[in-house]
């Protein structure tokens, strides 16, 4: 957990699963004192109209994300690669359910 | 890079309508710009609870007190989002509430009026958020991604805020003529400080220039006034409200109404914080702030225990 620079509590990041069996959602962020706190202030500030099922709170600085100056040579390696595409394949004409 | 390839980069990013993001090179006058942007908005939001919170002791029905509570509730939210948006440019909470209690930050003038009678809650709802969407509808467009996305959140939530508004003032306007009086009354005092909450006009702004070229707003102050203008008439036809103005006319060749202009002397008063009520809201945030203080140390001490329970678990 990062330490409290101000008053106001460490950054939380926050992910809203609409319903059961769908994925989370990064809908905002927060300010909180603890876990407890991260969770309620996560409900009154993004769930008040039934926008969720289920919440996520992740400290932000537990957050590893990519620089957008790397973006390039970061995600070349898959640009090649496009037999890992189905319509890569072809079947001939006629077979069906594949 | 160099910081000249840098900018190009960013400005080819624009040009492509792609969203900035806080990882990604900007020029610091666009970080200034947003910061004093967001910073300002949000704090319209908080200190917009103020106004309308004066009102929920005294709603006239449960149903209506229920309503305003959660709209009141729902503004505190949307400063929330948009403090955390500003925060993604580097500066802190503390700062960004600092600057609103010592003055250095401003907040739309608006909420510098009294809020004297119901009708006024009807009108705040119908007019003043009804601009406020005007300008967050084309801010969902802006070229800053978390700026935009708290946009986003904020405009689904907002219908409902102006819908109640007219709500209210359908009651008083089809009410009894003392209600109707209450609501032509409400008018006469929000409509120039409505249509000053746009800014002023395209010619005698500052930061306009700098907000279309960067794409943080994509239509002028100019422009959304008008719309304003244009889509309210008909709501208050229909209430048999009469608007303050006696130049309104609508003119077919540019599709769309004349009106005349708020008094800008006044507006650039309140600005200055001489408006009715400028030191009664930083009084109450400030005081807000104060008594807070104790609860933001034991919530911080409490939170520190419980993370060290946390960490040796
Ligand atoms: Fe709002
Ligand atoms: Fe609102």
Known sequence: MSENT???????EIFVQKKAGQP???CGSLHAFDKEMALQNARDLYT???EGTAIWAVPASAIVASSPEDMGPFFDTTNDKVYRHPTFYQIPEGIKYI | METIDLEQHFDAKLAKNEMIEPKDWMPD???KHLIRQISQHAHSEIVGMLPEGNWITRAPSLRA???????????GGHGLYLYTAAETLQISREELLDQLHTGKAKYSSIFNYQTLTWADIGAVGWLVDGAAIMNQV???RTSYGPYARAMVRICKEESFHQRQGYEIMCHLAFGTPAQKEMAQDAMNRW???TLMMFGPKDANSSNSANAIKWKIKRESNDELRQRFVNQTVAQAEYLGIKIPDENLKWNETKKGYDFSDPDWAEFNNIIHGHGPCNKERIGARVKAHENGKWVREAAAAFGKKQNAIDVAA
């Open chain 2, 65 to 75: 007190k229920i309503v305003l509570l959660a709209k009141v509730q729902d503004e």
């Open chain 1, 24 to 26: 989370f959602v990064h």
């Open chain 2, 29 to 31: 006058n666009y970080r």
């Open chain 2, 138 to 140: 084309m801010l969902q």
């Open chain 2, 191 to 193: 409509w120039y400080p």
């Open chain 1, 6 to 12: 101000d008053s106001q509590g460490t950054l939380w």
């Open chain 1, 48 to 50: 008040r109209r039934g």
